[in-house]
């Protein structure tokens, strides 16, 4: 009798072991082929400006916390300014300058891929003289801002621009670059379209405020 009880005991164990492996079979192809999710996160970590040489370098980590790929097409440094181009409007121009012939101005290349559940952190390097610097610092805000561009695509095409202020130089009466403040103090959705303008956010220094740095000019 305890034998048949027995024997009964491990088929109803077996069924329900079947059960949940079909159940986790069924969740995982579900997760693979029909659930999408569309994640990347972009966090500014440091931002310096060696001011005499005319050097700016940032580095920018993204996070793909989602289980698609995602498509880096641009990720520059920028400065806020009036373009010369006859507009009177201020907006983020890009720094396209290489600050030595073998420094590329990403390091790795983009465009690249964040690939699902990764990490990606690009090391950006640009020149900014300090006259130009100080030519773009805007009276209403009373500093010169340095911004960051990333392009962005999901797996599905879409495309998406990311435009935000990242740190405000400090300059004086007389056109002197005293040091720098961080403007940003959160990581940035990836797959937005957001034109940030100066100052920048409002929240108050945290553990996503980039170090940032720079020489005061001699």
Do not use: C
């Amino acid at each position: 009798m305890a034998k048949a009880h027995w024997e009964s005991m491990k088929n109803d164990i077996a069924a329900i072991g079947a059960v949940i492996a079909l159940l986790f079979s069924t969740i995982s192809f579900y997760w693979s082929y029909f659930y999408t999710k569309h994640d990347l996160e972009v966090t500014v970590t440091s931002v310096s400006f060696n001011t005499n040489q005319g050097e700016v370098y940032m580095t920018v980590a993204f996070s793909n916390d989602g289980n698609r790929d995602a498509a880096l097409l641009r990720v520059e440094p920028a400065l806020w300014g009036v373009r010369k181009n006859g507009s009177k409007k201020a907006e983020w121009a890009p720094l396209d300058t290489k600050v030595a012939k073998d420094v590329p101005l990403t390091d790795p290349k983009v465009p690249m891929t964040v690939k699902a559940g990764g990490v990606e952190v690009i090391r950006l390097s640009a020149k900014l003289t300090a006259d130009d610097a100080e030519a773009a610092t805007v009276a209403s805000q009373g500093g010169a801002f340095l911004g960051i561009i990333v392009a962005s695509m999901k797996s599905d095409g879409k495309l998406y621009l990311l435009q935000h202020p990242v740190a405000e130089l400090s300059v004086d009466t007389t056109g002197r670059i005293h040091g720098a403040k961080a403007t940003i103090h959160r990581s940035l959705y990836g797959f937005a379209n957001l034109a940030g303008a100066p100052p920048g956010d409002e929240l108050q220094e945290n553990e996503k405020t980039p170090f940032v740095w720079a020489d005061q000019r001699n």
